[in-house]
């Protein structure tokens, strides 16, 4: 192996590409970026970390570790209903980390980085004697006071969500071992590389009265928005759109049911509106899978109608 | 101890309060802050982590910590000439830290939110395995095209640096017994709890052809000048300010001179200027301590008017 290089060379080398053709970031050569939402918008910024063995497996590809750093902060995007812009990035990294890592991990930013049209704005680059550590600051315009938030769900709107539910849990389960997945590594793959719903976030502006992503589960999440906008969240499982490698995991065990709901890392969208939505918005399946009602707290109920009591309200990491 | 709460309480607890009479925080409850730079301005964003025992030490009182974390990033904003408007924060903590590490730790953000003018906007909170780190991502607004930049010095300029150089170093060597402080522990002070030069950064803005914050060490934060600017930067030791308690170390044992031209730490304002500039700037001393000429690198001249070599080009983390 070469001779280590040191911070300012790994960015020249590594980080500076990333950040070619954003004028703000010039050029990754200043104490901070400069940049502007430009007339009629203004700025979505999220920040999101991630620690090896605890929200990515360290023996993950780095080009997906990557990727997945930035997706989850552009789903937080996608759920606001901004466009990205640009991130930061402070990789937090064991001095043992090798160029050959890092040369895929900026691989896998450039992929995505050319995909959802986001640049490298700045950022940090240290060492820890612990865990690869990520820190990922996205941020996105949106038309000022039209981003979508969490507080505006009123009774009598339908609740929806994107794609399909628990994969991402499932597909951790299954590259542990624990689940079974299909012959594609669907799960699997799902729970690497998220896909962040930008298009559909963009498509809700005007038509979503809440909306968020679901990271920590879906019953967890849909309790988020029923406390900001202060209603009861009512959903009916076997409305719960499930992807058939989902399916075929809760045929063969069906407690499985419980991490569709409970499970997170979907990165789908969940919102509700106060109208009937087209099956497909944006490219992407949406489905209704309850209602708001006054009140509080989300209700889960059964095939039957009847309320369904879950062990765990959400997935907690650790 | 109390039972641990979950991350949705701790933000609730901790972290909410430090937001609260920022409006684009949305209180925490949302997937991303919403942030406007205002008419005629842009936004400053820069992003610093800290590793403990590699940025700080973990038996740091804990509110030096957090005002240290917001510090280092508010420097980056002065040397924008940018004005704090919010900062979003990645604590990536322990499973072991309590929640009495927390409380003081958030009251010293709060102290130093208060001091700054700058709120908590968002963030995360997550656990790790590994030593506590936080990244911070601190946005300021400045004048559109008015930000200070490292690119504008130009030869003929004068190269300035505000208060004194190499105590944040010497802080350092003297926490760790290898220095004599003085009675105050004013070296150990500087180290903890370095003060951006926010006031500076605005009043230099029509004044400084280039400026950076001192956080590598003068001699390689001004390489940064020299490289970006192309130009070459041309310094005399004797010029170069010190503190009584620097100056004292430095008597004691003249080796230490390296370590104020190379030691990081400092958070003093480096830059340079077409003009002559008064003594003190927005209350700061401010020191002309070289000039800008035809060509590249930093020249360092001892008493005699000779080119110094230095073994090192500035302070490296580990």
Redesign the interface.
Known sequence: MAAAL??FDRIAKFFKPLAAGFPGS?GL?????????GDG???????????A???FRSQDPPDLIARKALRVNLS??A??G?EPVCY???T?LP?STDEAWLEVFVRGLALDQAEFRIKL????S??????A?L?V????R?E?GR?L???GARPGDRVYVSGTMGDGALGLAALKGRVADDGNATLAGRYLLPQPRLALGRALIGKASAA??VSDGLVADLG?IA??SGVRIVIEIERVPMSPAAKAAVATDSRLIETILTGGDDYELAFTAPMELPERLADVAVTCIGRVEAGGGVTVLDRQGRPVTLSAGGY???
Not at 29 to 37: C, E, F, G, N
Not at 137 to 140: K, L, N, P, Q, S
Request: proline share 6%; aromatic share 4%; no cysteine.
């Open positions: 040191g911070e010039l050569t200043d104490d901070a970026a400069l940049i502007s939402p918008h203004e700025f979505a910024v999220t920040t999101d970390a991630l620690v063995d605890v929200h937080d995007l759920a606001m901004a930061t990035l402070a937090i001095p704005a700045g950022g940090d240290v060492k820890t004697p612990g865990p550590t820190s600051t996205a941020i996105g949106v000022t981003a938030r969490r507080s968020l992503d988020h406390e900001t907690r990491h650790f």
